[in-house]
């Protein structure tokens, strides 16, 4: 009898059991069905569908969605597919398991099969190490398929389970389909990505082709949207607001909620449904006691998948656990990776009581201890605080952060040593000072600066000198004219508490003081940068080698330094192999001078070794660096659009490091592109505006009256350029760029006196291009330009002309035709001006405003259209367009004899009446004319 009872108690149980999982399911089909629309993601719907007709079309994209689990990756996906399908595209998917017996490229094969071409993965040859021909063969027949079936959609779900094969196979596909009808698209869980999908995205990144959307939560009226249409009525907006508090807009976990209000259940205080957490209650409670404890401990601990780990824990036999792991399967609590739902495994772990979850994480700590993962351990320790030891958990936490250290993950690294110092441990100003220094790695510099000052105040409670001098350090590397102020107090109270003598920490110091300087005009910095570098090499100390290097490149960063800054930076290159900041600031060094020397040549191989080193490194700052040179040659060479898109994500760094001194010439740069091209309708960034009045005067300002003025705000242009200082008070970095926007500017507003003194200070480096010497922001083009625009102001005609027609020839030689074109307009006025050269004129005008036109530079081309309204080209007879056009190839008057079967008298005869007709003085004259009547045709 007592064993019957006891299988109509386990009958009763299988039924109740049963009848959960059915409303589980009917909830679920219920949700499915009253969801007939897609909530939100316009944006994305609409890139993806601009991306699918470009693909459609011949243009091949690969397209990244990716996103914590259950936030609508795969449902967008679908919704692409759809349109796809809408555009004719065949569509083709495949989904990698995560499943340790996944054959290789799964989810490639899937593809494969649907375009009837699965024989092609093996068409590469089947050993091992020949995946290069196999991703070939692969991308050739997606290639064909998208060729034949008038565009291929191809879907990648969940790639983060992926084997590395696949990812590779996947960089390969976004290298060769982008002249292919061929659409990618590919989804991923972004929270903690395997080494191999972090490697993959990473190189996708740098491919042209590749779009990235990082899928987030609904917004708090998109989530009422979803809960009106599962729940069935319209859910109160307090309830809304609840639900996207707590679920961060998590389309299924509010679909899990919804459920709940659609059967009507009671809410809590915080309008969330009080059923959530006792539904989950219920189902834990109806475990077995061994299962409801590894549930528990799973939720706390995290490790639902490792039964090891959870007999540890819990005191369990292995085999009681995986019994007990099996039962809460069964349930649908854990699946094969973990807790089925985040909601579960937060109502489980908030079941535990608060002693038993510390010594829970203690537990695993001890587990983990012999050989275990450095991160693991310190996050099972700190999180067994207070009840666990702070001392170990804090040295595991400063270990887990030198590993990041060395695998350059700089955000991971600060934040472990930031939890270390919380720990409150003695060592705290060591571990304060590696997480500023991680921070400034990260490019998180208000981070940095925070982490460092409070360093700083413990290292002088504490009287350490060496701890303050390390604490300013920290900011090595970086110039911001709201920080250096504090610096340079600071670098001073730091000197003061060294002991006297030499010292590489001195040393360092001394030169911070240099670099610190750079927003002034010293005059004494030449003298205290040799001090600094003299005593760097006499104390032997490396980084105080490369940061007094660093101070003498700021000493003679002004134009007739290019030379030395180069050795410097030669220098500096010889000690990179064991110093990535010193290759670094010697690649920029090397940018810097070659720009000031139009070397553009030069100037793009320093970029591009300086993009490897980025990638290398891994570095934020390098990065942003890298990212403003590219800018820089992008607008050199008369890539407008480029440099903008460029400019623009270097600005996103910058806002998200906190960083004004590298903000404000980001802003300054992309309003200078603006007013080139003509776009107006965007007014300077609110950043410039915040801070124009803490900048230094000769910095923003002269930038925005040089914007007004293009922009045709005269009167504003004005009263900017009435504060402006001289030239003399700027600092010799920027003075060259600074001279020649004010020489725009005092030409305009027809300020003689000061057009003088800047043709003055600018005419010794009349063989330089404009850019500044340390932190190139914008190669504005050879000097000859801004010196030829204020002689012929001047009224100095034959110095005008001579320097334009020099700034035209230093132009085309560096590949820079937007300074080209607007030195034959420059050329043109002042030949006007001057009088006579009608002829010239015109026809340097016509060239001109066509290739003003070309490279979108609007405002150049309108004011080169009606300087001169026609060129008298009819002027000439059909003789002498041909004598014109030997001359300008260089033939001599017997060449040209020659050629043409008559007397050298007659051709002396015919030039001589060309240059009369066109108003010009010699050959050399005739051959620029030509040669511009020829482009102005083109």
Not at 211 to 222: K, N, T, V
Not at 828 to 841: K, R, V
Not at 864 to 869: D, F, G, Q
Request: hydrophobic fraction near 50%; proline fraction near 4%.
């Amino acid at each position: 009898m007592r064993e019957a009872g006891r299988r109509g108690e386990r009958r009763a149980a299988g039924r109740e059991r049963h009848a959960l999982h059915e409303r589980v399911r009917v909830a679920s089909r219920t949700y499915d069905e009253r969801v007939t629309g897609f909530v939100g993601r316009e944006r994305e719907r609409a890139l993806l569908t601009e991306r699918l007709r470009g693909a459609r079309d011949g243009a091949g994209r690969v397209v990244l969605i990716g996103g914590e689990p259950g936030v609508g990756k795969t449902r967008l996906a679908q919704e692409a597919a759809g349109v796809a399908t809408g555009l004719g595209m065949f569509c083709a998917a495949g989904r990698a398991a995560d499943d340790d017996g996944s054959p290789p490229l799964h989810a490639v094969r899937q593809v494969l099969q649907a375009i009837g071409a699965a024989g092609e993965i093996d068409a590469g040859g089947r050993a091992p190490d020949e995946p290069f021909r196999r991703n070939a063969a692969v991308v050739e027949a997606i290639a064909a398929a998208g060729a034949a079936r008038g565009g291929l959609f191809v879907l990648l779900d969940d790639v983060q389970w992926a084997d590395p094969g696949s990812l590779r196979l996947l960089v390969h596909l976004a290298r060769n389909i982008a002249r292919e009808p061929v659409a990618v698209v590919a989804t991923y869980r972004d929270s903690e990505p395997a080494p191999a999908l972090r490697d993959a995205l990473a190189a996708l990144a740098r491919e042209p082709i590749v779009d990235r959307i990082a899928l987030e939560g609904l917004s708090e009226d998109e989530v009422g949207v979803q809960l009106n249409a599962v729940a069935g009525f319209a859910v109160p907006a307090c309830v809304a607001a609840a639900v996207h508090r707590r679920t961060r807009g998590n389309p299924f976990f509010v679909g899990e909620l919804g459920a709940q209000l659609a059967r009507r259940e009671v809410t809590d205080a915080d309008g969330l449904p009080a059923g959530v957490r006792d539904a989950v209650r219920a189902r834990l409670n109806r475990l077995g006691g061994d299962a409801r404890a590894v549930a528990h401990a799973a939720a706390v601990v995290g490790a639902a998948a490792e039964p090891a780990l959870l007999a540890a824990v819990t005191g369990l036999p292995l085999a009681g656990v995986l019994a007990a792991v099996d039962e809460a399967r069964a349930a649908r609590i854990l699946d094969g990776r973990g807790f089925t739902h985040d909601l579960i495994r937060e109502a489980a772990a908030a079941e535990v009581p608060t002693t038993q979850r510390l010594s829970l994480h203690a537990a695993a700590a001890e587990t983990l201890l012999p050989g275990g993962d450095a991160a693991r351990i310190a996050h099972h320790l700190l999180e067994s605080l207070p009840l666990g030891d702070a001392a170990s958990a804090a040295a595991w936490a400063r270990r887990a952060g030198d590993l990041a250290v060395e695998k350059h993950i700089w955000e991971e690294a600060a934040q472990w040593y930031g939890r270390a110092a919380d720990a409150g441990i003695p060592e705290r100003v060591d571990v304060l000072l590696a997480r500023a220094r991680a921070q400034m790695r990260a490019y998180d510099i208000d981070g940095a600066r925070t982490s460092l000052l409070a360093a700083a105040d413990l290292a002088r409670a504490e009287g350490n000198g060496e701890a303050l001098a390390e604490a300013v350090l920290v900011m090595e590397g970086v110039s911001d004219f709201l920080w250096d102020p504090i610096g340079h107090s600071l670098t001073n109270e730091a000197l003061a508490a060294l002991p006297d003598g030499d010292s590489g920490l001195r040393a360092r110091l001394l030169a911070g003081l240099v670099v610190m300087d750079v927003w002034r005009v010293p005059g004494d910095a030449g003298r205290r940068s040799l001090d600094a570098l003299g005593m760097a090499e006499r104390v032997g100390d490396r980084r105080a080698l490369v940061e007094a290097l660093r101070a003498r490149q700021f000493a003679c960063s002004g134009p007739d330094g290019a030379e030395e800054r180069l050795a410097l930076g030669d220098r500096l290159l010889a000690m990179g192999a064991a110093d990535d900041d010193a290759a670094m600031w010697g690649r920029l060094w090397r940018f810097d001078a070659f720009a000031q020397m139009g070397q553009m040549h030069a100037v793009a191989g320093e970029a591009a070794a300086l993009a490897a080193l980025a990638e290398q490194t891994r570095s934020p700052l390098c990065r942003w660096h890298t990212l403003r040179c590219r800018a820089a040659i992008a607008h050199a060479r008369g890539r407008y659009r480029e440099a903008i898109a460029l400019g623009e994500e270097a600005i996103e760094l910058n806002r998200r490091s906190g960083h004004v001194g590298s903000m404000l010439p980001s802003v300054g740069f992309l309003m200078g592109v603006q007013a080139t091209i003509g776009d107006f309708e965007r007014e300077p960034e609110q950043i410039v505006l915040q801070y124009l009045h803490e900048a230094p005067s000769w910095g923003m300002r002269g930038m925005l009256a040089n914007w007004l003025l293009s922009a045709g705000r005269e009167q504003e242009a004005r009263d900017w350029y009435t504060g402006l200082p001289d030239v003399e008070q700027v600092p010799a970095f920027v003075r060259l760029p600074a001279a020649s926007g004010l020489i725009g500017l005092a030409v305009a507003f027809g300020d003689t006196e000061r057009i003088e003194r800047l043709y003055d200070a600018m005419l010794p480096h009349a063989d330089r291009f404009v850019c500044g010497g340390a932190g190139v922001v914008v190669i504005e083009g050879p000097t000859r330009l801004p010196l030829g625009i204020g002689a012929s102001a001047l009224g100095r005609h034959a110095e005008a002309e001579a320097h334009l027609r020099a700034a035209i020839a230093e132009a085309e030689r560096a590949g820079m035709p937007g300074a080209a074109a607007t030195a034959r307009y420059r050329l043109a006025h002042a030949l006007l001006a001057a009088g006579g050269g009608e002829a010239e004129a015109a026809v340097l005008a016509r060239a001109a405003e066509s290739a003003a036109g070309a490279l979108g530079m609007r405002p150049l081309e309108a004011a080169a259209a009606s300087l001169v309204a026609e060129r008298p080209r009819s002027a000439l007879t059909r003789r002498e367009e041909e004598i014109a056009g030997l001359v300008a190839q260089g033939l001599t008057s017997r060449a040209i004899a020659a050629r043409l079967h008559l007397s050298e008298r007659t051709v002396e005869t015919h030039v001589q009446h060309i240059l009369t007709k066109l108003g010009l003085a010699n050959r050399t004259q005739l051959a620029t004319w030509f040669t511009g009547l020829r482009t102005a045709d083109a």
